[in-house]
């Protein structure tokens, strides 16, 4: 669930925060209309992509106010999540690279090592995340989309860790970064340790 960044309307409002946060999404969705029609997105080759104006009025409305309950706890979640996200980097790394080569994925103790330790950060990071749902409701639904990445990769479709043309656990897991970079008015340099884009 997502506050309402656009008053009324909870379909606007989570697209419009979907869009903010990745910079293009698939276009069809219903609330499409209206963020074209707001100037925050315009329509290309089946992508809803964020404007100039969207992104500045996204970074405005998604930020929490200083000193605010729910900028309080954000700040006390990112604490948390920084060193699990210096760990989920690594992670990355041993599982695209091997030795200083690329990971021909042939050795198949050498790839469950890496996805235990993907289940390890995901065991961490989930209470941390639904504790800080209750308060700011945008990040309750990581959780159920970061688990059921690891599920997949867990069923053995390695494309659920780190691909780019899915869901996959690397791709939610930017997804959270750059939202509490946002949430608190940080850039990214100040999110140390995390995944490069």
Known sequence: MTEELIPGDPGASALFHRLGIRGRVPSGHPATEV??????????????????????????TARLTDGSTEHQATERAFEGF??????????????????????????????????????????????????LGTVVLRFGGYPGR???ARQRLEEGDHAWLASPRCDSYHTVWMELHEDFLVALGRDREEGVGGPAA
């Open 146 to 148: 970061l688990r059921g």
């Open 82 to 131: 920084l060193p699990l996200n210096a760990r989920l980097l690594a992670a990355c790394t041993a599982w695209q690279i091997r030795d200083g080569a690329p990971n021909d994925h042939t050795d198949p103790v050498y790839d469950w090592e890496v996805v235990d330790r993907v289940g390890v950060i995901d065991d961490r990071a989930a209470p941390l995340l639904r504790g």
């Open 35 to 60: 963020l074209v029609a707001m100037g925050y997105a315009s329509e290309r080759s089946g992508w809803l992509v964020r404007t100039a104006e969207g992104l500045c009025a996204h970074r405005e």
